[in-house]
T-cell receptor, first 111, second 114 residues
């Protein structure tokens, strides 16, 4: 079963704007990850945040995790047309265990 | 380093036929995963191998799906017989013991069952 629910399902913004995607989950987790999938391609790992962390940065990406609310958000700053893709959150209940993916957010960045 | 390789990239079959997919993980990665991704949904794990042993196959429809990983390297996933609802992208991923939370995905095999 899908653990994560992502919000919004689709997001359309202009180049240069920030994009925020949210993910909620149901069970206790060891880590939460975000992946990107371009149309017709495999998934690419973006960033991992562990359950004892609250915020993490990687380039233009900022991820937050609130374990009390069982939610996470992914912020992409200064978006580019090349950021157009589907973004998935995935939770790992233990280290090395399966990942349970959400339904994804389709991001469109208009030039 | 080379990424995860999968073949074929596309496959069209009729229902009740059989089909097999192949995956070659990143060299040295002990853990291999097969996911099914139905259009518009996130990937769902079918089976996880650690070396050549099965760690998790709880979501694998064992009446028609089978997978093996001989010698702990390459893996094949088979569907026999296929149903219409098996139309999906089948993704293979691998991870290393050192960074086991991060999974590296192949391009996937897009299956259409008619």
């Amino acid at each position: 079963s899908q653990q994560g629910e992502e919000d919004p399902q689709a997001l359309s913004i202009q180049e240069g704007e920030n994009a925020t995607m949210n993910c909620s989950y149901k069970t206790s987790i060891n880590n939460l990850q975000w992946y990107r999938q371009n149309s017709g391609r495999g998934l690419v790992h973006l960033i991992l945040i562990r359950s004892n962390e609250r915020e993490k940065h990687s380039g233009r990406l900022r991820v937050t995790l609130d374990t009390s609310k069982k939610s996470s958000s992914l912020l992409i700053t200064a978006s580019r047309a090349a950021d157009t893709a589907s973004y998935f959150c995935a939770t790992g209940e233990t280290s090395g265990s399966r990942l349970t993916f959400g339904e994804g957010t389709q991001l469109t960045v208009n030039p | 380093e080379a990424g995860v390789a999968q073949s074929p990239r596309y496959k069209i079959i009729e229902k009740r036929q059989s089909v097999a997919f192949w995956c070659n993980p990143i060299s040295g990665h002990a853990t291999l995963y097969w996911y099914q991704q139905i259009l518009g949904q996130g990937p769902k794990l079918l089976i996880q191998f650690q070396n050549n042993g099965v760690v998790d196959d709880s979501q694998l429809p064992k009446d028609r799906f089978s997978a093996e990983r001989l010698k702990g390297v390459d893996s094949t996933l088979k569907i026999q017989p296929a149903k219409l609802e098996d139309s999906a992208v089948y993704l293979c991923a691998s991870s290393s013991f050192r960074t086991q939370e991060t999974q590296y995905f192949g391009p996937g095999t897009r299956l259409l069952v008619l």
